[in-house]
């Protein structure tokens, strides 16, 4: 069974609209984080929570969203799509206790604007 | 400020040989440094990390990584290689106190049959 589900696994959106990109976890982890990968950048850091706080945004743009209703919840709200964000999100956990932590990976979100 | 560089894009070899590859980074305290292998149209999975103490760390699928603070590298080795080591490889440094790992921009093995 996979301990992070993303949803959904393809996504494909038009230039302006917004899309929310769903992740969770169920490794009873205290943070979360999202990160880009796409061809021009394989694998770009975005946010990181912990304990339901940000801890760390490297997004240069505020079109980029992290929520977090619960602990084990990290979604990413995108608005004013652009064909650039076209690329895989993925989402990760780790214990969240602070050093050397392993991250534990989503299948991912593929998402293409058109 | 901290980077994290694989030098080499793409590394491919015969199955049964040794493969090593390069991974050096630049920061300003002691590292916590990581590899993560991607397969094919797969997400990424933990290989293995350093934290302290001896420098050759072992990690799973047989894969095993020196660290080496006079040349700041830390780069992976598994002998020998077999096809299905063919992969994405990615080496990742954590930036302590800020809940943020940075990666490389990673290493596309090859091993032929």
């Known amino acids: 069974d996979p301990k992070i589900i993303q949803k959904p696994k393809y996504l494909v959106a038009v230039t302006g609209s917004e899309k929310i990109l769903i992740c969770e976890q169920y490794?009873?982890?205290?943070?979360m984080y999202w990160y880009r990968q796409s061809a021009k950048k394989p694998l770009e850091f975005m946010f990181s929570y912990s304990y339901q706080k940000l801890m760390d945004n490297q997004t240069a743009s505020s079109r980029f969203q992290p929520q977090s209703s619960k602990k084990n919840h990290l979604d990413l709200q995108i608005t004013a799509l652009k064909p650039d964000d076209s690329a895989t999100y993925f989402c990760?956990?780790?214990?969240?206790?602070?050093?050397?932590?392993?991250?534990?990976f989503g299948s991912g979100t593929r998402l293409t604007v058109l | 400020a901290q980077s994290v560089d694989q030098p080499d894009a793409h590394v491919t070899l015969s199955e049964g040989a040794s493969l090593e590859l390069r991974c050096s980074y630049s920061?300003?305290?002691?590292?916590?440094l990581f590899w993560y292998v991607q397969y094919p149209g797969q997400s990424l999975q933990f290989l293995l990390k350093y934290i302290t103490g001896d420098t050759v760390v072992k990690g799973t699928k047989g894969f095993e990584a020196e660290f080496r603070k006079s040349n700041s590298s830390f780069n992976l080795k598994k002998s020998p290689a077999h096809w299905s080591d063919s992969a994405k490889y990615f080496c990742a440094l954590e930036n302590t106190g800020y809940q943020n790992f940075y990666f490389g921009k990673g290493t596309s093995l090859t091993v032929i049959p």
């Open positions: 990760a956990s780790s214990l969240g206790g602070g050093g050397a932590e392993t991250l534990y």
């Open positions: 490794l009873g982890h205290n943070a």
């Open positions: 920061y300003s305290a002691a590292p916590y």
